[in-house]
């Protein structure tokens, strides 16, 4: 166990780790969180019917790897959960309200008896998964945009996460969330409603375009090491390709859904678009997981700690990879109105 430990650095491939259940879990709960935020544009009941059942097999799935994300910081890195939650307690509390009462709708619905109460569970779901989206950009912000650090305590006030940047990235995932969960509904739907589904993708796609490119040029001027990181020579060459990709994905994003063709192409190439956004994140903040006062090295719990658990973690991961994949496996294909898994 000790030769394991001093042959890697397992801060690092704690934070390596935590990364990659995040973007894991912005993929799987972004593309049924967009679901939700496009429900109100889609009224008839057939409609909605098919747009829940896409996902119905695998959504409670998905935010396996929130839990997974939470949890690990917590257990790795203690000191950034201990100032990270008291500076950000409104909107991951409303994130994790949202995300329940989401969940109970998705559920209720399929039980609801009679206008009123379909109606209400229908809202329930527009508006958890509205929220759960909005919280998750504005939590984002608050924390690229800095967090005051007294001691080893948060030293802030209540309202300091709130500010334009954090409710831009907010508005930007979800424009995000919508155009993942139109990507997705157009590789599941087929017919007039994928006809539809189709023209709300562009009209997303536009839309998280535009908020990257507000995103990205905002965040090199919060913070002066952002800047260098970005502007700067010659680090400026290295981090270079990540924008052009950004914008020859989009290019391929957008003929991908203004053509016929395979309809696989455009969630595939929505997830690698987040991948780069995720990957242009962590070129601006490594390796502080609180910028600019709090290394991963500041925050990581003893090197024992981390060991027990990581060895738990390379273990139960692939199996959680294993699952997921399985079961998006067997529901794979196209859904035809009437078909369903409830």
Known sequence: ?????????????????????????????????????LYPFFRKKEDRDLMMNSVAPVWDGNETWLVLGGGGLFAAFPLAYAIILPALYPPIVAMLLALIFRGVAFEFRWKAVGTFQARFWDAAFIGGSTVAALAQGITLGALLQGIEVDGRAYGGGWWDWLTPFSVLTGVAVVAGYAFMGATWLNMKLEGDIQIRVRRFARIFGIATMGAIVLVSLWTPFLEQEYFSRWFSFPAALVVAPVPLLVAL????????????????????????????????????MWPWVIPPTVSIYDAASPAKSQLFMFVGAIVLVPIILAYTGYAYWVFRGKLKPGEGYH
């Not at 650095?9 to 935590?18: C, K, N, R, S, Y």
């Not at 994905?249 to 190439?269: A, H, K, N, Q, Y």
């Open 1 to 37: 166990m000790d030769a394991l430990a001093t042959s890697i650095d397992l801060t690092i491939a704690w934070a390596l780790l935590l990364a990659f259940a995040v973007y894991v879990y912005v993929v799987l709960d972004g593309f049924d969180l967009g679901i939700g935020i």
């Open 249 to 284: 994905i989009g290019f391929l994003l957008w003929r991908s859904i203004t053509e016929e063709g395979r309809d696989w192409m455009p969630f595939v190439l929505t997830c690698a678009l987040f991948g780069l956004c995720f990957l242009g994140l962590g070129v601006s």
